[in-house]
């Protein structure tokens, strides 16, 4: 056997689940399971009725086949024959024994927990005795071990090259969706269930005197609603005023799917004097090969208007774009009727550049015309002390 130590564990970890082959009744069968590897045992985790683990209570253990393959890519050659597929597998051979020792089977069981996210054994309960004793651990060791893989192009015969047909490599990959949580629950998704991104596509928490600017999260989504409650928050926002608690819920499921594909990076606003969540704002159209990024998706509820909230939210925004993330321009898009927003974007600094006609649908249908403003890197800091200045008179407004 061919036990490439280094890339079979690569494999082993990478891969959530695997297929077990034993004999049953002099019968073969084969059981997906689940799986993880501490040193050089793969412990399989299952129930205490179920068949393998029952037959693995003798002292003789139960002889398996482990194999684990992780598909990366389909191989579509010009003739039919030389169709393929790129691969990663390990197969394992040997004798699994049950776990009996109690601290053998909770140092494995954490470390399934932590497979699925680094830090989760530490945001969930443990497994009681009860628990405990109704989950059985098999451990194989990993002696008999082989790995194979398929990597590379297609491999036509010379004589195919000149057919017309398409001939290349379909790459493939597992990719997370946008976590969706239980009902009931209030914490936030945690940072490991967090797509990784650059700083720029990074929602950090940023705080002043007045705002505190958070990650949005589903859980926001009743203090937000109730914020919210008001048609001239969204009268010229892209989403009509929700009706519901469920209609925002949505919104915001739809802020951290595109969150999820890199196209928006959104934030709750709290305000940092009373710590009540009053309004959202993000990043989007952000840019990082040309440092650019837009300040949009922003509305407040109506009893924080003309406060220092908004205007220290974007001296954050600003400040993180401009200081922290190296912009060379950050950019607003505004509907022209909203007369407030113009002026709002204005008092920042901003320069208008332009109207972008019949660029976006509104919610009733009709088209609007954009008026588009931006703030360059040596705009920046006149900029900065306009708006420290802007916020001395609101310190004591709210």
């Given at each position: 056997?061919?036990?490439q130590?280094?890339?079979?564990?690569?494999?082993?970890?990478?891969?959530?689940?695997c297929?077990?082959?034993?004999?049953?009744?002099?019968?073969?069968?084969?059981?997906?399971?689940?799986?993880?590897?501490?040193?050089?045992?793969?412990?399989?985790?299952?129930?205490?009725?179920?068949?393998?683990?029952?037959?693995?209570?003798?002292?003789?253990g139960?002889?398996?086949?482990?194999?684990?393959?992780?598909?990366?890519?389909?191989?579509?050659?010009?003739?039919?024959?030389?169709?393929?597929?790129?691969?990663?597998s390990?197969?394992?051979?040997?004798?699994?024994?049950?776990?009996?020792?109690?601290?053998?089977?909770?140092?494995?069981?954490?470390?399934?927990?932590?497979?699925?996210?680094?830090?989760?054994?530490?945001?969930?309960?443990?497994?009681?005795r009860?628990?405990?004793?109704?989950?059985?651990?098999?451990?194989?060791?990993?002696?008999?071990?082989?790995?194979?893989a398929?990597?590379?192009?297609?491999?036509?015969?010379?004589?195919?090259?000149?057919l017309?047909?398409?001939?290349?490599?379909?790459?493939?990959?597992?990719?997370?969706?946008?976590?969706?949580?239980?009902?009931?629950?209030?914490?936030?998704?945690?940072?490991?269930?967090?797509?990784?991104?650059?700083?720029?596509?990074?929602?950090?928490?940023?705080?002043g005197?007045?705002?505190?600017?958070?990650?949005?999260?589903?859980?926001?989504?009743?203090?937000?609603?109730?914020?919210?409650?008001?048609?001239?928050?969204?009268?010229?926002?892209?989403?009509?005023?929700?009706?519901?608690?469920?209609?925002?819920?949505?919104?915001?499921?739809?802020?951290?799917?595109?969150?999820h594909?890199?196209?928006?990076?959104?934030?709750?606003?709290?305000?940092?004097?009373?710590?009540?969540?009053?309004?959202?704002?993000?990043?989007?159209?952000?840019d990082?090969?040309?440092?650019?990024?837009?300040?949009?998706?922003?509305?407040?509820?109506?009893?924080?208007?003309?406060?220092?909230?908004?205007?220290?939210?974007?001296?954050?925004?600003?400040?993180?774009?401009?200081?922290?993330?190296?912009?060379?321009?950050?950019?607003?898009?505004?509907?022209?009727?909203?007369?407030?927003?113009?002026r709002?974007i204005?008092r920042?600094?901003?320069?208008?550049?332009?109207?972008?006609?019949?660029?976006?649908?509104?919610?009733?249908?009709?088209?609007?015309?954009?008026?588009?403003?931006?703030?360059?890197?040596?705009?920046?800091?006149?900029?900065?002390?306009?708006?420290?200045?802007?916020?001395?008179?609101?310190?004591?407004?709210?």
């Open positions: 056997m061919d036990y130590r280094d890339t079979a564990h690569t494999i082993l970890d990478e891969a959530y689940h297929a077990m082959a034993f004999i049953a009744d002099g019968e073969p069968r084969v059981l997906p399971i689940l799986h993880v590897r501490v040193g050089e045992t793969v412990y399989l985790h299952g129930s205490t009725g179920g068949r393998p683990l029952l037959a693995a209570r003798g002292p003789n139960l002889a398996v086949c482990l194999s684990v393959t992780l598909l990366d890519g389909l191989v579509y050659g010009r003739s039919q024959f030389h169709h393929s597929a790129n691969y990663r390990v197969i394992a051979h040997g004798t699994a024994h049950l776990v009996t020792d109690e601290a053998e089977k909770r140092e494995a069981m954490t470390a399934l927990v932590e497979k699925v996210g680094r830090g989760r054994a530490a945001e969930s309960r443990p497994p009681t009860k628990e405990l004793a109704e989950t059985a651990l098999l451990a194989l060791p990993l002696r008999e071990v082989s790995v194979r398929r990597t590379g192009p297609v491999v036509d015969e010379p004589e195919d090259y000149a017309p047909h398409w001939a290349g490599v379909l790459p493939l990959r597992q990719v997370a969706g946008p976590p969706e949580p239980d009902a009931g629950v209030t914490a936030p998704v945690p940072g490991y269930l967090r797509p990784a991104h650059s700083p720029w596509l990074t929602p950090a928490t940023m705080a005197a007045h705002v505190r600017l958070e990650p949005l999260d589903l859980a926001h989504t009743d203090e937000l609603y109730a914020a919210g409650d008001d048609a001239e928050v969204w009268r010229h926002l892209a989403h009509p005023r929700p009706g519901h608690r469920d209609e925002l819920a949505a919104i915001v499921a739809e802020a951290l799917r595109a969150q594909d890199g196209r928006r990076v959104p934030w709750v606003q709290r305000c940092a004097r009373t710590g009540a969540i009053v309004g959202s704002t993000s990043y989007y159209e952000v990082e090969a040309r440092r650019a990024v837009a300040i949009g998706h922003t509305w407040l509820g109506r009893a924080h208007w003309r406060t220092g909230i908004n205007t220290e939210a974007k001296l954050l925004l600003l400040t993180r774009a401009f200081e922290e993330l190296g912009a060379e321009r950050v950019a607003w898009h505004t509907d022209i009727r909203n007369e407030r927003s113009r709002a204005e920042l600094g901003a320069t208008r550049e332009g109207v972008l006609r019949r660029h976006r649908q509104r919610p009733d249908g009709s088209w609007r015309d954009t008026v588009l403003y931006a703030m360059t890197a040596d705009e920046w800091p006149k900029a900065q002390l306009t708006l420290q200045e802007m916020l001395r008179p609101a310190a004591t407004a709210g």
